[in-house]
């Protein structure tokens, strides 16, 4: 029985597993990191402002987001690139964060325009929980300087705020529901997004967190784990975008509002996030009946022979396919690959060829799927790891 990296400090190589030399996955990292950071400008997500400060852009919609901000922080300091993590980190605390007297204080805006003009004052929790993580992590490996480079520092505030904003009146929502201890989709709603779920991520929180919240934490990692497996279809293991607390799909909708209970843009990061809390955090790797395990193989068995194409369409979750086409595909490509970290079926091998083939995206859309591409490419080659 081999336990998850949490507890080995080993890190599996899925690449080198499939006779990939340890000298073309180094080259391969490097290059998508080099293309995406400082690529041509129809390649490159990551623009230099002024001396000290850096955005990461949606170039599907213009906008800096804290997702692709918190991103761009863990892709730094999982490669050890301090420079540009303290960039993206100095234009989130100077445009993004919430200092005034308001019910968002403490919070990040989650859409900003290039110059730091909000457009919007609103906060979505995945890009707290991300920033909290590479906070603590660039601790770690770097150590904690002054200021908002205090990064230990800066990761419990937010956890902070995160869990105990609203126990006063007036002074907003928390990001976690304190009942079901589930991250919410936004701070003052009632449901989730089965993609925020990151359970690895609230153990270590459960570890380094203020003190008298790492019980919180713990629960939450617990509580996560059987939120998603509620949430992932039995069959084909495909999650929706949005989702009640109890796991069933949202089917609340509203006038103009696509559906949010398909498998779609968002719901692709799901398999992702199961695979890493497997990876390092499994007591038995090994196991095939861990439900990540099972998972992840059903959803590998619905692309790669259900399906029986690589995917470009939009999905029900029990596997129907609608009209339409995949608004990123290569993010379904790389979630596919990235599961191959708990997969143990036919198709693990098959996967994660195919995302190793697969170039990065060029275009208008090409953030979030590069994103994603390159979060799969750090953990296929054992280069996703706890600091």
């Known amino acids: 029985m081999k336990k998850g990296s949490f507890y080995t400090k080993e890190y599996r190589n899925v690449f080198r597993e499939l006779g990939y030399s340890e000298a073309e996955i180094d080259a391969r990292v490097e290059q998508t990191f080099q293309t995406m950071f400082y690529g041509s400008d129809e390649e490159r ?9 850096a955005y990461i852009v949606d170039t599907g919609n213009i906008d800096v987001r804290t997702e692709g901000m918190s991103y761009g922080m863990m892709m730094c300091v999982q490669l050890d690139r301090k420079e540009e993590f303290d960039r993206l980190w100095k234009w989130t605390k100077a445009y993004m964060y919430h200092d005034d007297d308001t019910e968002e204080k403490g919070y990040f805006a989650w859409s900003c325009k290039l110059d730091g003009t909000r457009n919007s004052e609103g906060a979505a929790p995945d890009g707290e929980e991300y920033f909290a993580m590479a906070l603590f992590f660039a601790s770690h490996r770097w150590g904690d300087g002054e200021g908002i480079y205090n990064y230990s520092q800066e990761a419990r505030t937010i956890l902070r705020d995160c869990i105990h904003k609203g126990e006063k009146p007036g002074t907003g929502h928390p990001m976690w529901d304190p009942k079901t201890k589930l991250i919410k989709f936004v701070a003052g709603c009632n449901y989730t997004d089965a993609s925020y779920h990151l359970p690895h991520f609230y153990e270590l929180f459960a570890l380094w967190a203020d003190e008298e919240d790492r019980p919180f934490w713990k629960e939450a990692a617990t509580a996560s784990r059987a939120f998603l497996k509620k949430a992932c279809n039995p069959v084909t293991g495909l999650s ?4 009640e607390f109890d796991g069933t799909p949202l089917r609340r909708f509203w006038p103009g509002s696509y559906r949010r209970d398909l498998y779609y ?12 809390d497997h990876s390092w955090f499994s007591q038995d790797l090994d196991n095939p009946e861990d439900w990540r395990c099972e998972t992840a193989d059903k959803l590998q068995h619905f692309f790669c022979h259900t399906v029986k194409r690589w995917p470009d369409g939009i999905y029900e979750i029990d596997g129907r396919v609608l009209p339409g086409k995949a608004l990123h595909p290569v993010a379904i490509i790389a979630t596919n690959a990235h599961a191959s970290l708990a997969a143990k079926g036919a198709y693990w091998e098959e996967c994660a060829r195919k995302l190793w083939d697969t170039p990065l995206r060029l275009g208008d859309r090409r953030y979030y799927d590069n994103c994603l591409y390159l979060f799969a490419m750090l953990a296929l080659s054992g280069k996703y790891r706890i600091y």
Do not use: F, K, Q
Request: hydrophobic share 40%; proline share 8%; glycine share 4%.
């Open 45 to 53: 997500i990551y623009h230099p402002v002024g001396e000290d400060m």
């Open 240 to 243: 929706p975008e949005l989702s």
């Open 265 to 276: 843009s968002d719901a692709y990061r799901t398999i992702a996030n199961i695979a890493m």
